[in-house]
């Protein structure tokens, strides 16, 4: 349960990291170039990665 919880919460930490880079994107983009989107592409998949590793299978609940 608690892990659950955890890589719930740091997914969403990593998406709010992914937020602030498509902030940035012009600025990073004019710096990095592709390498801007394909961070910001990575971050987004770790983050969601996170949120759904933390699921319960559906049939798991109790009715």
Do not use: D, H, T
């Amino acid at each position: 349960m608690q892990s659950q919880r955890i890589r719930f919460w740091a997914g969403n930490a990593v998406l709010v990291a992914a937020l602030v880079v498509m902030f940035n994107m012009g600025a990073l983009s004019g710096r990095f170039g592709m390498g801007a989107v394909v961070l910001w592409m990575a971050l987004v998949a770790l983050g969601f990665y996170l949120i759904l590793s933390g699921k319960e299978p559906p049939g798991s609940m109790p009715e």
